[in-house]
């Protein structure tokens, strides 16, 4: 309900912070209390014409998460190799992704590029279905009906056939191994990008038809370091 700047205050500092405002025209400032309701959706331009209502929305994304790349300073051409990657929770009030988690993405796109920008590993992402693919680096959720088939549709959901958050102030690692190519040299450059998701465009298609749009795809956050292979 607070603007962006308002909410990481808080998440920060664990401090209340107490904006002025007139509640009326001709009245004098005092405390006041905002109603944005605006949380995550970044669409809210396409679905509402909320043009700043999406601005702010994308805007928390961005604030909400933090990455860290961990790893050797050195590695050898032609040898299994592994780094880890790291999802702090820094300023979101609940788990992430969260409110209806089962439509929700978030993952994590890593790439590793020798100095002439190869790419030597890319790690899987989502599958067209917008499920994680074996070996993803992924948060949200998979709802399955009783027979243990997936499913968006709440009327139908009694299990979750998958699920992955992040709660407040915590954070996730997953290490990802690989072997470098045996003709790499030089400086490597490992690349992480935190995205995210509103939706799979194919649940969208299915309850909107015509007017169905492809959700936004949101960078939250990006880190980066650098691999010297002898």
Do not use: C
Not at 29 to 46: E, L, S, W
Not at 123 to 139: C, M, S, T, V, W
């Amino acid at each position: 309900m607070r603007t962006v700047e308002e909410a990481q205050k808080v998440a920060h500092t664990f401090q209340p912070v107490a904006p002025m405002g007139k509640s009326v025209m001709d009245g004098a400032d005092r405390p006041i209390h905002r109603h944005y309701f605006v949380g995550g959706n970044a669409n809210a331009d396409i679905l509402a014409e909320g043009k700043s209502h999406a601005q702010m929305a994308e805007a928390r994304l961005k604030g909400a998460a933090r990455l860290e790349i961990t790893s050797p300073l050195k590695a050898t051409a032609g040898k299994p190799w592994q780094l880890d990657v790291l999802v702090h929770n820094v300023a979101a009030g609940h788990n992430i992704p969260s409110a209806v988690t089962e439509l929700r993405r978030m993952w994590v796109d890593l790439q590793v590029r020798d100095a002439h920008g190869k790419v030597l590993f890319h790690n899987p992402g989502l599958d067209k279905e917008g499920n994680p693919r074996p070996g993803a680096i992924a948060f949200g959720a998979i709802a399955g009906d009783s027979a243990g088939k997936a499913t968006f549709k709440p009327w139908e959901m009694s299990q979750f056939l998958w699920k992955r958050t992040i709660p407040p102030k915590s954070f996730t690692r997953d290490t990802v191994r690989f072997k470098l190519p045996a003709d790499a040299s030089g400086m490597l450059t490992v690349e992480a990008r935190l995205l995210y998701q509103s939706a799979p465009p194919q649940v969208v298609a299915t309850v909107m038809g015509k007017d169905a749009f492809t959700p936004k795809i949101v960078e939250m956050a990006t880190a980066r370091t650098t691999v010297s292979v002898p």
